[in-house]
């Protein structure tokens, strides 16, 4: 069953037809992106962070973030994706056990340390990246996150060249977060040879020019989550204030 949804989520991945996934953060909103039609459900370790009291950049003991990614998996019956940081510190091997026994089927691994920022050594983390792929074998889609547009001297050059190791170590797709221009997308969609996501945030080409631009994969972060405290405030104002908020 995990190996069908795996390989049902690696052919959602088509340049030009991308699989959009609005990043869900808890059981409730993960069955809302399935309600409305979305054949994958992702979640953002952000959003699962604020969700349950701490905050980004593996804050969250692992334990606690697994099994909020279990929560999801068990409310959905769509493939599952989680963003899953660098691994909070679990050997590839284990990583990749526990993802699989929280019935995840696809993961974010990115390549900048969580307490620093500063990128690893694209080397190391080709190796990492090959041994969580032979330890789950093809029971985990493995999104590959290149930070190069997070530090201060971003590198298309930089971008295409940790990508091409991350593929060729078994990622299936590539995500260069925070590649925001479309010649810059197309210039990645072209080199890479490989699947690409992109993060959909505000100064990003929408849905429909990212298809275009031979995207394909679109995320959406923590933005929901983010909209949805937002509109939660707005609703609590309203309350304080003595007003119905429905």
Known sequence: MTTDKA?????LHVPGRPLLLPNAWDAASAR???????????TSSAAVARTLGYEDGERTPVAEMLAAIARVAAA??????????RGYGLKPA???ERLLAAGAV???????RPDTGEPVDPGEQ???????RAAAGPGLVI???????LSERPS???AVRRGRRYLEAGADCVYPIGAAGEDEIRALVSELGGPVNVLCEPGTPPPARLAELGVARVSFGSGLHRAAQAYTKGLLAAVAEGRSPL
């Open 7 to 11: 390989s049902e989520l690696r052919a």
């Open 94 to 96: 284990e990583l990749a």
């Open 106 to 112: 696809g993961c974010n691994l990115e390549d900048s």
């Open 143 to 149: 999104n590959a996150r290149v930070d190069v547009y």
């Open 126 to 132: 080709a190796e990492f990246l090959a041994e969580v």
């Open 32 to 42: 809302a992106v399935r309600e409305a039609g979305f054949p994958a459900v992702a």
């Open 156 to 158: 298309l050059e930089e």
């Open 76 to 85: 959905v019956d769509v493939p599952v994706t989680a963003d899953v940081e």
